[in-house]
């Protein structure tokens, strides 16, 4: 089993419709972040949190919302999908005792979602 | 506005020969750079990464250079090879602040 599963891998959607992305990690890493990624753009955090207590606004969380579950899980909602939020989005995972230089972030494969 | 920038959107490379990838930043609180490698379908992979205490970090055929002065690094792979076909993310952060801020990417394709 991948170390950062994400779900759906694919996924399109209705303008309007409420979505969530899930994610979960066998890493045992505190830290849990959501990226997406837009061509010539890279990637641009959304949310990210440094324990289930701690969510921070990334910066692009506009029309976004996220929920830490538990140390292993955290979801991204869409709660009304716009065609502008057509992209890949990455969940990743830090060690907090790790510093970013070490081995950096641990992402899923990504979620593509299409909004139309 | 985009804290870190990678200009050359694609970069196309004999077999063989060295590839050059360049990226340039614009926050002088980053400390940390990464480089990550991404193929089709899969998530970003960590590849080589170097604090702002060092001008220079090899690790096989990749080396990654930072010339703070000019709040640019750069990242060699000698020699390329068909695997090293993917898209090549730079990536920084603050020693403070474990965020990444990430560049846009640049594709490398190895010809045979």
């Known amino acids: 089993d991948a170390d950062v599963t994400q779900t759906p891998r694919n996924r399109i959607t209705k303008t309007g419709k409420r979505i969530m992305l899930e994610c979960s990690q066998t890493k045992g890493h505190d830290r849990m972040y959501w990226y997406r990624q837009d061509p010539g753009l890279g990637l641009r955090l959304i949310y990210y949190?440094?324990?289930?207590?701690?969510?921070n606004k990334g910066e692009i969380s506009d029309g976004y919302s996220v929920s830490r579950q538990a140390q292993a899980k955290f979801s991204l909602s869409l709660e009304s999908a716009i065609p502008n939020q057509t992209a890949l989005y990455f969940c990743?995972?830090?060690?907090?005792?790790?510093?970013?230089?070490?081995?950096?972030?641990?992402f899923g494969s990504g979620t593509r979602l299409t909004v139309v | 506005d985009q804290q870190v920038k990678q200009n050359s959107p694609s970069l196309s490379v004999q077999e063989g020969r060295i590839s050059i990838l360049n990226c340039d930043y614009t926050n002088s609180m980053f400390d940390y750079f990464l480089w990550y490698k991404k193929y089709p379908a899969e998530g970003p992979t960590f590849l080589i990464s170097?604090?702002?205490?060092?001008d220079k970090n090899e690790d096989g055929r990749f080396t990654v250079f930072l010339n703070k002065s000019a709040k640019h690094l750069s990242l060699h792979i000698v020699p390329s090879q068909p695997g090293d076909s993917a898209v090549y993310f730079c990536a920084a952060s603050p020693s403070n602040d474990y965020k990444l801020s990430f560049g846009a990417g640049t594709t490398v394709t190895v010809r045979a």
């Open positions: 170097i604090s702002s205490i060092k």
């Open positions: 949190s440094f324990d289930v207590k701690d969510i």
């Open positions: 990743a995972t830090s060690d907090a005792s790790t510093p970013p230089l070490n081995y950096g972030y641990t």
